[in-house]
């Protein structure tokens, strides 16, 4: 089955710097490849997601970027601000024309924003 | 428009017992799927319900059951509770030919 690894664990920044947050995936069959913020004690929230036949993708402060070939996929946060601080999950499914997969999560990165 | 909602928001049940967890997805949403998150770690996909059928199941045993309505409600059941099947239960839905999933606030499960 699929594999997600995630990178750092960790990851403190200084307001108004930027964050990079890194994802493996070991399925190459995988073409879905979301990300969510999750606040304490909150729900997880979709922030942005990329799909297979896009190399980039950007909303605002945030964009992902993907390189299928080494199965690789990374969330950018520039401008950081106080309410960015959060545990970000990377994921990663196969989408077919029959419905998208159940995700397969990497185990997150907590993301604190240092005024 | 109401989101996908869960409930209970909290359970705590000993060892042995059965549980019930209920789901009730987004507006127009036809697909269910399910989570267990343990403390410091990334969901873990359980399965998925579409139609009121299993369509596809995570890497969990069948102590962990489930069921779909004809409104696209779920409902999660879990027999023979261990203390480690204590976590945050998270529902999503999306529909079936999309695939953002939305999730729900979850059930936090304490297995004593």
């Known amino acids: 089955g699929e594999n997600v690894e995630q990178h750092p664990s960790t990851l403190s920044v200084q307001e108004g710097d930027s964050a990079v947050i890194k994802c493996t995936y070991s399925d190459s069959a995988s073409n879905y490849f979301p990300w969510y913020k999750q606040e304490l004690g909150k729900r997880p929230q979709l922030i942005i997601d990329?799909?297979?036949?896009?190399g980039e993708k950007k909303d605002q402060r945030i964009a992902v970027t993907l390189n299928k070939t080494a199965k690789h996929f990374s969330l950018h946060i520039t401008e950081t601000q106080p309410e960015d601080s959060a545990v970000y999950f990377c994921?990663?499914?196969?989408?077919?024309?029959?419905?998208?997969?159940?995700?397969?999560f990497g185990k997150g990165t907590h993301l604190i924003i240092q005024p | 428009d109401a989101g996908v909602t869960q409930s209970p928001t909290h359970l705590i049940k000993t060892r042995g017992q059965q549980v019930t967890l209920r789901c009730s997805p987004k507006s127009g949403h036809d697909t269910v799927s399910w989570y267990q998150q343990a403390l410091g770690q990334g969901p873990q996909f359980i399965f998925q319900?579409?139609?009121?059928?299993?369509?596809q199941r995570g890497n969990f045993p069948d102590r962990f059951s489930g069921h779909q309505y004809p409104n696209y409600s779920s409902e999660l059941n879990v027999n023979a509770l261990l203390l480690g099947d204590s976590a945050l239960y998270l529902c999503a839905s999306s529909l079936l030919g999309g695939q953002t999933q939305y999730f729900g606030p979850g059930t936090r499960l304490l297995v004593l």
């Open positions: 990329i799909r297979s036949n896009v």
């Open positions: 319900y579409y139609e009121e059928e299993e369509r």
């Open positions: 994921a990663a499914s196969m989408y077919s024309g029959g419905g998208a997969d159940g995700l397969t």
